[in-house]
C-alpha cells in the first residue's frame, strides 16, 4: 500500500514524460503493425465523445488497474514482481470481459490482444520502475486506453 500511495505522491520530471511518450509512439506503432483492425483512421468521436471516452478511461481502466497492478501488486521493484503483476494484467481482462463487458469477450480474449496487453503491462511497469511515479504508468495507459477508444469503433462501453 506504502508503494502505492508513494508512486501517486511522486511526478515524473519532464525527461521522464518524454521518455514515457516514447513507450506510447512505439506501443501505438506495434499495436497497429500486429492488429490493424484495432485502428480505423476514418472515424472520428466527436469532443464530446472524445471527453467522455476520456474521462471515463482515466477512472477506469487507467487510474484503477495502475494502482492495483503496478502499486498494490508490485511490492518491490524487483523482476518477479513486475512479471507477477503483467501475468495478472493479462488474466484480469478475459475475466473483465466476462463479469462486466461480455460484448468485448471475442477481444479480451484474442491471442494477439491479450499479447498487446502484456506488452502495455510491461511498458506500464518500466514506466512505474524507471520514474517510481505511478503517473506515469496511468497516462501511458490513459493514452492507450483514449487512443485505441477513438479509432476502434468499439461500441462496448467499458
Known sequence: MNRTLN??????????WLETGGYFIGFMAIAY??????????????PSQLLAIALVAFAIPALTEECVFRGLLTPAFELRWACLSTLAYVAWHP?????FLPAALPLFTDVIFLALVALLGVLCWIAFYRTRSLWASIILHWLVVVMWKA??????AF
Open 7 to 16: 508512486g501517486l505522491r511522486r511526478f515524473p520530471k519532464l525527461i521522464a
Open 33 to 46: 503493425a500486429v492488429k490493424p483492425e484495432l485502428v480505423n483512421l476514418n472515424l472520428a468521436p466527436s
Open 95 to 99: 475475466l473483465e470481459a466476462y463479469v
Open 151 to 156: 479509432v476502434s469503433g468499439m461500441s462496448f
